[in-house]
């Protein structure tokens, strides 16, 4: 946890931010996760604490609850001391006294929720994504669970949102951590990786060093032979020299911020001639967006600048044709670049996503419906201290393809004779982690050389055989 003095001032902040927004009264109540059981209640899945109680009270840690009183600015902490049994069970706990301390509030009874937001004259809650928590704000809220979801405050979301998507120096003292975790997690795959190994090897030991560092993974590791599926989280192929290998994967520092990376390679020492080709272009679609990222310039102009790229790298492949930013205005680029350039990065590897990304990432501003731009996670304008990824990739994906083929979709920019020689590519992506600063953009973590001479000579450097 950072100092008592941060979750007081956050929380005075969202108040305050509150206010603004003519909420004066009323309880804003934060429901901490629980366990959540695999099979059986004391067989749980590794708990991970919702991120909002984080930010505003700093534990991580099952079974709390607060509140933040609009009216008199108390904030409270519920949750109850351990018992007996559970001292056997658990070993000792920090008391809600000093858990309390430590979030610099009060405390009261798990308990008392229910009878401090009845007395309230109003509950602002954020959008819940498990079922108990519904559960909880419906009791709360005296209405049915499916009545919840409708209640959710939207000033509460706005001013969240405000707060936390700008990041203050030790929220990015602390993603740097996490990315640089996850940056030796891709070192140690680069070097590892061998043909007649299996992807879940490669998953094996980049999660056994996210696990050692003590933060654990920031989301399920894609490790992929097939990078043409873009969230793939089999792990069961064999790899062979000659196929190209995707891992997207993170870790989250001991305070819970996260690293979110992908580094696309050759099961092989060397890319062939048509894996190097697409490889660089997707280079060039990252190069293409960065001098688009600075404060002031909306995010969507940079994912049509990697957009742009990509037809201009496709096209001078023989793949697409004609004008590039005729190509990118319909949207022919997303066959091959179907998704966002990225999103933002925080507590969460899609930050504040379970608030709503049209609020997180168009601030209402309405959003395309197009296939790929809709895709697109982060368009506002960018200011100083927001962190998120920039993540260009192109894909090769034969159900995609076949369809758009069988209707003729773009045939004036998309040269579908020729794709079928270069299905075997796959998927390529390249996925970084970027602050926004006062003059521009700064990478975050240590230097990670992703040129194909460095790719080549990490894959080189473990005495691998391809
Ligand atoms: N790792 C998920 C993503 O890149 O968005
Ligand atoms: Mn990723
Ligand atoms: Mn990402």
Known sequence: MFDASTYRDRRAALIKALGLRGERSGLVVLVGNGESPMNYTDNAYPFHQDSSFRYFFGHSKPGLAAAMDLGSGESVLYGDDLSMDDIVWTGPEPTMAELAEAAGCAFRHRSSLATDSREAPAILFLPPYRDETRRELARLLGVSIEAVDGKVSLPLIRAAIELREIKDALEVAEIEVAVATTVAMHRAALILTRPGMRESDIAARVTEIAL???????????????????????????????????????????????????????????????????????????????????????????????????????SSLGLMRGDPDEAVAKGAHALFFPHGLGHMLGLDVHDMENYGEDWVGYDGAGRSKEFGRKSLRLAKALKAGMVHTVEPGLYFIPELIAAWKSEGRFAEHIAFEKIEAWMGVGGVRNEEDWLVTPSGARRLGPSFDKSTAAIEAARSSGGIHG
Do not use: C, W
């Open 212 to 314: 050692a560092d003590g933060g654990g993974l920031s989301f399920p590791v894609i490790a992929t032979t097939k990078g043409a599926t873009l969230h793939n989280h089999r792990h069961d192929r064999s790899l062979a020299a000659g196929s190209l290998f995707l891992l997207d994967a993170g870790a989250e520092s001991l305070k819970g911020y996260a690293g979110d990376l992908t580094t696309t390679f050759p099961v092989g020492r060397r890319f062939d001639e048509k894996q190097r080709a697409i490889y660089e272009i997707v280079l060039a679609m990252g190069q293409a967006a960065i001098p688009a990222i600075g404060p002031g310039k909306p995010f969507m102009a940079a994912h049509d600048a990697a957009a742009k790229a990509a037809v201009t790298g496709l």
